[in-house]
């Protein structure tokens, strides 16, 4: 039984990045909490979507772990006490280690992990286990997104402005977002960008419930997002509205990617992407007609094989057009997972250290070895990024440490990654519930939940945030830190993982000193006080609303055009599969669905899978609403009902990705990867669909 903490407690949502402030008053009883409005958080403002308003019904011991699991001689998960648990799990991964090397053993995390998770879990896996094997979901998140910011601005942060600019803007260009059903709270900042007398432009295949409140609804094929970004560069040169003195002034490598966009006539771009010419230049005039604009890309152009070129195509329209680094213009990446922007600053991804410092770089090393107490040499080098390590599991990669996360459901090519998964020869996954692959595991941790716990995450905007404990959790479970913390123990580290988040977020902030996520200047006292603190926040600084505006964070603050050009997405139809398919969100439902599917109220809203296709199509397939269709990639099969809908295209197919079983859309994605970012192309593969 939980115990309530106080008589109502500030905090925020455990789901998306938006992170909505909210209040938790006890039940009577103290049997849990309700979720009540808090006005005063600016993000919201007080509105909450169905998720965040059911949020505490995960809670329940009913639909959650209470205590450890361990898998018997007979195969079967049964309960273990904690020291059972612990002692089983760093015999497992030390094993591991000592027949086949550090790097047989891995480490996976999460986005919705804090801040201080996220830090221990990559300090863990570098100085307690000396695996250079980790990484985490948010790789599939937004990290096309995240390497193009690199390699414009030299520094990665999804909103360089707070969210509150965008209805002050002139114009906003938004490609592949369904606002309205992944953020619901944040679609009033588009509709108060029209009340205010701006435009909206989205892009996207589908007419979605956000495409619905565009003036100007584009939709292109799957897959050939770049390939329009580059026709709309061509009309801004050809017809005169690039900014020439902010070229000169502010940016280098002009003449290279205008040279590119140029090879993308609109009649070119008009054959690649269906989108008629007219309402390319239609766009384009939308765009540049007001002083200032921005673009928000989400993971419909960031989720292909060439994603960090696609978004790089957007952000050179915005440079070419001086719409970046100046007030109430610039590129932004709406941020999906809850900390999907802090997870990847601290030392998760395989090639990153704290305050999104190189693991290759000799300074960055020595500092962070520094605050950890190690010798720099010790620390390994990076590894795989996540689907490459997921590849590996069960061969190179032989025991798997697995926080927040669900690839057995999430992962492309999903039946292949959940094969890799039960060769392993060890798994131990932590979690609040039994997830699909917590159920493959030999060893299942139950952690406390957002509710029962104190930490920070850092939402799209780059704002700190502080989550706080409202109850005390039940008997059974324990934090991830202290799970850490006993791991460290057992493998002979027995200090530097404390179980106190503010002690860990304190040392979070002298390893992030100095670097492009400084957080030295954030404290929690700040925090509370100012609603959250924007980074990059050396001590003693204000923290930073507004990037970009004096310099951008390259060694001579000067932006990079990149030149880029379109490419097929890694599968186009053909005869054999000869429609498009591409996967996304439903509003009742978030990610892979461990949690919101066992919410009953989110359940009824969205029950199951379903395949979205056009009338046009249906009637070829003989398709009635509801009747089952096949939908079948080169990977696998996956069938769910028909919702036939005139607001798709009709050479394209949609499946929301929240699903195991049969309707699991992750069966058919494809895992080619982004040259640069090592994004799967989870938007985009060639199907075909029959009736089952």
Sequence with gaps: MHTPEAAATATHCPYCALQCGMNLRPEPGGEGVAVEERADFPVNRGALCGKGRTAPAVLSSRVRLTGPLVRTHAGRLEPATWEEALDKVAEGLARTGRAYGPDAVGVFGGGGLTNE??????????????????????????????????????????LPFPLEDIPRTGCVILVGSNLAETMPPALRYLTELKANGGT???????????????????????????????????????????????????????????????????????????????????????FCAPSSAMVLTARGPEQQSKGTDTVGA???????????????????????????????????????LPGYRKLTDPAARAHVAGVWGVDPDALPGPGRSAYELLDALGTDVRALLLMGSNPVVS??????IEERI??????????????????????????????EETGTT????????????????????????????????????????????????????????????????????????????????????????????????????????????????????????????????????????????????????????????????????????????AVTSRRGRAVAPARITDTIRADTVFMPFHWPGEGRANTLTNPALDPVSRMPEFKVCAVRVEPA
């Design 411 to 416: 992962a492309p090519r999903a039946a292949h």
């Design 458 to 629: 850092t939402n799209l905007e780059g704002r700190v945030l502080l989550r706080r404990r409202a109850l005390t959790p039940p008997a059974g479970v324990r934090t991830d830190l202290e799970v850490l913390h006993g791991l460290a123990a057992r493998l002979g580290v027995e200090k530097g993982f404390p179980t106190a988040p503010e002690e860990v977020f304190d040392e979070l902030r002298r390893a992030s000193a100095g670097g492009p996520a400084d957080y030295s200047g954030i404290s929690y006292a700040r925090i509370e006080a100012e609603q959250g603190v924007f980074w990059p926040c050396p001590d003693g600084s204000p923290g930073t609303r507004r990037l970009f505006l004096d310099r951008f964070a390259t060694d001579d603050g000067l932006a990079r055009f990149v030149p880029v050009s379109h490419r097929d997405a890694a599968e186009v139809p053909d005869a054999d599969y000869p429609l498009l398919l591409t996967t996304g969100r439903v509003v009742a439902q978030y990610q892979s669905g461990a949690q919101t599917r066992r919410v009953e109220e989110l359940n009824a809203a969205a029950p199951g899978p379903f395949v979205e296709l056009h009338p046009r199509l249906a009637a070829r397939l003989g398709a009635v609403d509801g009747s089952p269709l």
């Design 200 to 286: 909206l432009i989205v892009i996207d295949p589908r007419r979605t419930r956000t495409a619905e409140q565009a003036d100007l609804h584009l939709a292109p094929r799957p897959g050939t997002d770049l390939a329009l970004a580059l026709g709309m560069l061509h009309l801004v040169v050809a017809e005169g509205h690039t900014d020439e003195e902010f070229i000169a002034d502010r940016t280098t490598g002009w003449e290279a990617a205008r040279a590119a966009a140029m090879a993308h006539w609109p009649e070119l771009v008009e054959r690649i992407t269906g989108v008629p010419v007219p309402k390319l230049r239609e766009a384009v005039e939308m």
């Design 314 to 352: 957007w952000i050179n329209l915005c440079l070419a057009t001086g719409r970046a680094g100046r007030p109430l213009s610039g590129y932004g990446c709406l941020t999906g997972q809850g900390n999907g922007q802090g997870g990847r600053e601290h030392g998760q991804k395989a090639d990153q």
């Design 117 to 158: 998770k996220a830090y221990a879990l990559g300090k863990f896996a570098r100085v307690a286990l000396r695996t250079s094997q980790i990484d985490y979901n948010g790789r599939f998140c937004m990290s096309s997104a995240a390497a193009a910011h690199q390699r414009a601005f030299g520094l990665d942060r999804g």
């Design 422 to 451: 039960r060769s392993l020869d060890f798994l131990a996954v932590a979690d609040v519930v039994l997830s699909e692959t917590a159920a493959l595991a030999d060893v299942v941790l139950p952690v406390t939940q957002w509710a």
